[in-house]
């Protein structure tokens, strides 16, 4: 019904940056927040940075001023710009996207990933 797609994982050196992109399709209706969180094998699932319709975020300590996160509703993206990269922000990156539902529920759904590996 609704399918989330990251893309821009790879490997970067230590200072280096990347972009995640992030983009939604399908049955949205519409999009109130979407997400980048990251995991480490072993590790919870925890979050990176949020951004609401009407662009508000919200970022982890650990990424506060290294990372940005933007949105395009007309186009359902979102992005994450990460700069000065470390070898900790290595991880699965997931975007997601939760959708407000006509009758007024909420759902939340996820992309399957995308690698980045921060290593000299």
């Known amino acids: 019904q609704v399918q989330v797609v990251e893309s821009g994982g790879g490997l970067v050196q230590p200072g280096g940056s990347l972009r995640l992109s992030c983009a939604a399709s399908?049955?949205?209706?519409?999009?109130?927040?979407m997400g980048w969180y990251r995991q480490v094998p072993g590790k919870e699932r925890e979050l990176v940075a949020t951004i609401t319709s009407d662009k508000r975020t919200n970022y982890a300590d650990s990424v506060k001023g290294r990372f940005t996160v933007s949105r395009d509703n007309a186009k359902n993206t979102v992005d994450l710009q990460m700069n000065s990269l470390k070898s900790e922000d290595t991880a699965v990156y997931y975007c997601?996207?939760?959708?407000?539902?006509?009758?007024?529920?909420?759902?939340?759904?996820w992309g399957q990933g995308t690698q980045v590996t921060v290593s000299s």
């Open positions: 399908g049955s949205l209706f519409s999009i109130n927040a």
């Open positions: 997601n996207a939760e959708i407000l539902m006509p009758w007024g529920s909420k759902r939340v759904y």
